[in-house]
């Protein structure tokens, strides 16, 4: 949806929050119907037929409709001007990862001997797609080079083409070209020896159209040169040649400036950058290979030269030029996307590292520690009372000292964790090693196709295999996603306690500083048990034990998700109250679309707060009129999920790991937990959900035609920002930052 369609609305009134009541996956679910029977109150007269593949949003375009509300971020004069740079980055990260993703598995299922399937609902959708993201790109650039750039210009931030630079930083940056980066360049010249070369996914290269003759006397007209990966992309000038602050240039134009240097005798008559995005899904046939993680690592070598999806050009990129990489990687012309600026956005979020100067940046936001123990006491706390961390306005380091106790304490006989993601540099990793040396039976469940960091896991794999763990990884063909690990400590009288911790989002210190995420660390014996029991399960392949506690994917969590829907609309249809509210990042599996719809066509009332894409249709008379549907963007990216059924005042509250799509509820060991103490559950609901729906400042409402609309306060209405109002209320920041 362009930006320029996008309204804003004045809230609802906001009174019954539960506070005040007391994979690749196929197509879109629209074009893949269920073919599950409904539930019988389905058919009921009051009730739309839910046979009908209308009542579904279309997943590609819900997706892309996020990246608009993202780039709304980035439209905000009241935001800082650096992180509206960073919203620019971030939409061209999202756009990178939904072409590498989305956009190539939908042209992988419909091609055929390497040709596309000629099918009219297909090519309309693709057509739609390109349309959206040119849309989107387009405003991108202009946000980029009309208002940021020129804004931080003004700030003494410059970012200087060419054409705007001094003799002087000319001068430097000819030196700086010949020094560093002329010898790192191989120019190519295309001929029967040098055909065209393999282009790496989303590397920075050149197209060169040249005249006259080379060196041998033939006519050769076109050269390839690729920019050296080991180079900065952004390159800060000197300080004494910057007058008026700081001075950047793009590597892109340091040789885009010196690239006739490069063909001596020959005339450069056209050039332009470019960049292609490449088919990035890793694939391994879990069923024939003996070692994955050799599997994966022999994948990783030819994830940079996967099928061609997408291809960036200079805005003024020749049309001959453009024309002739389009053939090279066999493309149409509706994915070339010719911008004006770097063809990699992304790259530019490395200017946001150099500069300091605080009033460009949101202020400083420090998150306060929970509770207070010292080495081993963590334990003894964890027997008088559960802890609930809400990050990042509470801080993630009580989840690494909890690790590290364990690892450091001679009464900790074994420690068990999944991970999915944590980095290049990871405390807890090296805690888990320690642990490990230090004679402790440690298990560590790696998943090794969590995409994008297969790299960094296979790494920590190595190091833990190493060090004497006990590494596994997972279960074959389904992701382990589940956040969970355990601590078995031998104590008084010789007796074996479970301290465990659980979370929405991963073992990863850096994102949690960003990302809003819950976690639960608890010695319940009963849930510690059941924990321990996925754990063998995992390692063991034996089929997992009924739970009282825990909902396990892909054998209970959609069953149960759906039971407890249905639980609220029996309630309803007896009289008396029934509500439920979820926030997830995505909402796409069409059984618990269809419960949601049944649930309100018997009066259920229901609020999703659905940070990304979303399949359902709100509103909708008959059908779905009892549902609304918001999306929260902010300085923090929303990724907790929280399942709330009011269940006749019983409150029941759960955190997960997973999103309610089909590939969290079948294609990925997941887990959903109760929160059980009365006083934590209500902090969930009053920290994770109450200020959520009461958001009128970063809350975009969906229509039941797909549109987003932006909340904005009525009359004499006060401005309430969810995350602003959790920075106050749980960390520290200054009454001056009130929004």
Known sequence: MPIQEIKTIPPETENNTPAEEDARTPLKAADQPHQTKPPASATSKNHTDLSKTAIFLDREISQIAFNWRVLAQAEDRSIPLLERLKYLCIVGSNLDEFFEVRVASLLAQNTVDGELVEHPAFQAMLKRISNECHQLTKRQYELLNQEILPQLSKKGVHLLRHSERNEAQRAWVKSYFEREVRPLLTPIGLDPAHPFPQVVNKSLNFIVSLAGKDAFGRGT????????????????????????????????????????????????????????????????????????????????????????????????????????????????????????????????????????????????????????????????????????????????????????????????????????????????????????????????????????????????????????????????????????????????????????????????????????????????????????????????????????????????????????????????????????????????????????????????????????????????????????????????????????FRNDLEHNVYLASADWMNRNLFRRIEVAFPVLEKSLKKRVITEGLDPYLKDNVNAWVLDSEGHYERKKARGNQSRFCAQQYLMQQLGSLSDSDEE
Not at 623 to 635: F, K, T
């Open 221 to 644: 007209g076109i050269a390839i040169v690729k920019a050296p990966r080991v180079l900065p992309r952004i390159i800060k000038l000197p300080d004494e040649i910057s007058s008026n602050g700081l001075s950047f240039c793009l590597l892109s134009s340091v040789i885009h400036a010196h690239i006739e240097d490069l063909f001596n005798g020959r005339e450069v008559i056209n050039y332009s950058q470019f960049r292609v995005t490449r088919d990035s899904d890793l694939w391994v046939d879990e069923e024939e290979v003996k070692n994955l993680r050799q599997a994966l690592q022999g994948e990783l070598q030819t994830r940079q030269f996967g099928a061609a999806v997408r291809l960036e050009v200079a805005k003024n990129c020749p049309e001959d030029l453009a024309r002739f990489l389009l053939e090279q990687f066999t493309l149409d012309p509706d994915r070339l996307y010719p911008v004006d600026g770097p063809v990699n956005m992304v790259r530019l979020g490395e200017i946001v590292d150099y500069v300091k100067q605080p009033n460009l940046r949101f202020p400083p936001f420090s998150a306060k520690t929970v509770a207070k123990y010292s080495h081993n006491d963590i334990f003894t706390l964890l027997r008088k009372q559960d802890i609930l961390l809400h990050h990042p306005f509470q801080p993630f380091q009580t989840v690494i000292d909890f690790i590290r106790s364990a690892s450091l304490d001679p009464n900790v006989v074994a420690i068990k964790q999944t991970i999915y993601r944590t980095g290049m540099n990871s405390d807890l990793m090296e805690s888990l090693i320690t642990a490990s040396r230090l004679g402790k039976e440690v298990t560590v469940i790696v998943e090794l196709m969590a995409r994008f960091d297969e790299e960094a896991n296979i790494n920590w794999a190595d190091k833990l295999q190493r060090a004497g763990a006990q590494v596994v990884y997972g279960v074959v063909g389904l992701k382990t996603h589940a956040k969970l690990a355990l601590v078995i400590r031998r104590e008084e009288g010789g007796i074996l306690r479970h301290y465990a911790h659980m979370g929405t989002g991963n073992y990863h210190p850096s994102t949690t500083r960003f990302y809003t995420d819950f976690g639960l660390l608890t010695a319940h014996p009963a849930m510690a048990a059941e924990i321990n029991e996925v754990f063998i399960h995992l390692t063991g392949l034996t089929k997992p034990k009924k739970f009282d506690y825990l909902w396990l994917a892909p054998f209970a969590l959609q069953p149960q998700i759906i039971k407890a829907i249905r639980n609220e609309a029996r309630i309803a249809r007896e009289g008396r109250p029934g509500r439920i509210i979820a926030k997830m990042n995505a909402l796409l599996d069409e059984s618990v679309i269809r419960a949601l719809y049944a649930a309100s066509a018997d009066g259920v009332k229901i609020d999703l707060i659905i940070r990304g894409a979303c399949a359902l249709r709100p509103g909708v008379p008959g059908l779905s009129e009892n549902i609304r549907v918001r999306s929260i963007i902010g300085r923090f990216l929303e990724h907790s999920r929280i399942y709330y």
